[in-house]
């Protein structure tokens, strides 16, 4: 069946520091794809999505591309915050045609000053 | 509305005691899922909603649990005859259409089942 792997956490990193983390998928077809973020005490929010093959999405600085070469859809950013502290998840929609969606573990990111 | 909301934000039950849990997606949206979010199975799919019809009972634990939703809108879920492991966040989601629409979702109602 459908489904989601994300790169272990905590990362912590400094301010200004380039963050990755990794998501890689295993989907019948092209789903779309999907990275949430969840800041401490709060829902979840949608970041960014990629609906297609070698889209890239963006928002608030954080970047990914939709690889289906590598079944992977990693997400970046050049220069991170302390507001940037969250966990975000990976996700997307499985296989039937619910739309229901399929999550990674999630990865916890805290920035330091 | 703007957003979807969720009451209440906060439940602390008794072990055996029935729950309800609500829902109100956004105005327009036909698709409603309830997702649940806890420390040992991370965020897992309950039940999907198109319209007032659920196709997609999937998620659910087991029959004490059970979801419904009146005039294409609100929903509720129900726990019933609670037991410790049904603390979480429940997290209920609407999209325009059900499929592979981004979903939009609540802040969440943190249960405590003591």
């Known amino acids: 069946g459908d489904s989601v792997t994300q790169m272990e956490g905590p990362v912590t990193l400094s301010e200004e520091a380039f963050l990755t983390i990794n998501c890689t998928y295993t989907a019948t077809g092209y789903p779309s794809l999907f990275w949430y973020v969840q800041y401490p005490g709060e829902g979840l929010q949608l970041l960014l999505k990629a609906t297609k093959a070698d889209d890239k999405g963006s928002n608030k600085g954080f970047e990914a591309t939709y690889r289906k070469e590598t079944t992977s859809f990693h997400l970046e950013k050049g220069s991170v915050q302390v507001s940037d502290s969250a966990v975000y998840f990976c996700a997307l929609p499985g296989s039937s045609n619910t739309g229901k969606l399929i999550f990674g573990q999630g990865t916890t990111l805290q920035v330091k000053p | 509305g703007a957003g979807v909301s969720q009451s209440p934000s906060n439940k602390v039950t008794e072990k055996g005691k029935d729950v309800e849990l609500r829902c109100d997606p956004i105005?327009?949206?036909?698709?409603l899922y309830w997702y649940r979010q806890s420390l040992g199975q991370g965020l897992e799919f309950l039940i999907y909603f198109q319209g007032n019809s659920a196709p997609d009972k999937s998620g659910l634990p087991s029959d004490r649990f059970s979801a419904e939703r009146t005039g294409g809108s609100v929903s509720t879920l129900t726990i019933q005859r609670t037991q410790q492991e049904d603390s979480a966040v429940y997290l209920c989601?609407?999209?325009?259409?059900?499929?592979?629409?981004?979903?939009?979702f609540g802040p969440g109602t943190r249960l405590l089942v003591l």
């Open positions: 989601a609407s999209s325009l259409v059900g499929g592979r629409e981004t979903q939009y």
């Open positions: 105005s327009g949206h036909t698709a």
